[in-house]
């Protein structure tokens, strides 16, 4: 008899002789008994034993596996909570989703109208790195004045200097001196645009380099809290 102590199995499998086969669904200890036929077994911080037959409550916290382990359906889900590991080798999140892209003069946005073709940014998230990508058409910038800021992150940048990152963009009727950079915002869900002249001074951009039909696309990465 096999016994598995401690494992979580959440995929099509078979216990056949000392192998977990993700392949095979329902063959335990190498025959399938009636009470062994499964597909799924799912559960929590139960204790089992799979040999003769199915626990009723086929249920596992920990799978430990010293070769490859093949998911044949393709996916493996994670909860949408993140239940984060302290463990630097514990991949603990994953996810994929849009996010509505805007842009703020010193945080106010009176009157900013946007193309409603556009505006719709995308991320994937892996453990505590976020991979972001985004588009946004003015129709009109408003009257607000000051600093102008990309809003809308999918998820708040880390609160330290990790929190930091820049991105790569391209710009339409966006005035700026040498260079433009945008710079991630650490504790917030912003990005900044800045100018950097050759003589190496950085300032942020503001409501006056920006007309009522701007736009932007950019990408880049920042790390959160995990």
């Known amino acids: 008899m096999t016994a598995i102590v401690n494992a979580d199995i959440g995929a099509s499998a078979a216990i056949v002789g000392s ?22 077994l799912i559960g929590t911080n139960v204790d089992g034993i799979i040999g003769a037959n199915t626990p009723a409550a086929g249920a596992f916290t920990t799978i430990s596996a010293s070769g490859l382990i093949t998911a044949t359906g393709g996916q493996i889900a994670f909860p949408a909570t993140a239940v984060p590991s302290a463990d630097a080798n514990t991949l603990d999140d994953y996810e994929e989703g849009t996010w509505t892209v805007g842009i703020s003069f010193a945080g106010g946005t009176t009157g900013i109208t946007y193309n409603a073709s556009y505006g ?5 998230k892996v453990g505590n790195m976020v991979t972001i990508w985004g588009l946004c058409v003015l129709s009109n910038k408003g009257s607000d004045t000051g600093v102008a800021r990309i809003t809308g992150l999918p998820f708040t940048p880390i609160n330290d200097y990790k929190g930091y990152g ?6 339409t009727n966006i005035a700026f001196a040498d260079m433009m950079q945008a710079q991630i915002d650490k504790g917030a869900a912003t990005i900044a645009f800045c100018e950097v002249s050759n003589a190496g001074v ?8 920006f007309e009522n039909n701007s736009n932007f696309a950019f990408n880049g990465s920042y790390m959160i809290a995990n």
């Open 19 to 40: 192998k977990l086969n993700l392949a095979a669904p329902g063959a335990i200890g190498g025959t399938t008994p009636s009470a062994g036929a499964f597909t799924t």
């Open 120 to 124: 719709t940014g995308a991320y994937t």
């Open 166 to 171: 820049s991105v790569s963009l391209i710009t």
């Open 202 to 209: 950085n300032t942020y951009l503001t409501d006056t380099e």
